[in-house]
């Protein structure tokens, strides 16, 4: 079964750090750009970062550049995301995702698959 497994959320002060990460079971990372969304209590869920299959081409949203850093490491077939300086509106369940084609998009109809949600909540 081609998957993602997405893990590494948790309970983190404001001002604080945590690594998500994205495995992917039966499916090959480094063929995919891979992104991550979060989604918060009653909002529309919103793109965070995307890393594209070269690995240096990123992008972040314009609420967490300079806090989050995204990166892969093709021999685990994982993709990373390095959230500091954590602030409680983080606070959203984040969810992985693959897109074959590799556009680099935020639009959630190029993702092929996509993790089962990772929660992170931010609070004192």
């Known amino acids: 079964q081609l998957q993602l497994v997405d893990s590494g959320g948790g309970l983190v002060q404001p001002g604080g750090s945590l690594r998500l990460s994205c495995a992917g079971s039966g499916v090959t990372l480094k063929y995919y750009a891979i992104a991550w969304f979060r989604q918060a209590p009653g909002k529309v869920r919103e793109g965070v970062s995307v890393?594209?299959?070269?690995?240096?081409?990123?992008s972040y949203a314009d609420s967490v550049k300079g806090r989050f850093t995204i990166s892969r490491d093709n021999a685990k077939n994982t993709v990373y995301l390095q959230m500091n300086s954590l602030k409680s509106e983080d606070t959203a369940v984040y969810y992985c995702?693959?897109?074959?084609?590799?556009?680099?998009?935020?639009?959630?109809?190029?993702?092929?698959?996509w993790g089962q949600g990772t929660q992170v909540t931010v609070s004192s």
């Open positions: 890393i594209r299959r070269s690995g240096e081409d990123t």
């Open positions: 995702a693959a897109d074959v084609l590799d556009t680099g998009s935020y639009h959630e109809s190029r993702y092929d698959y």
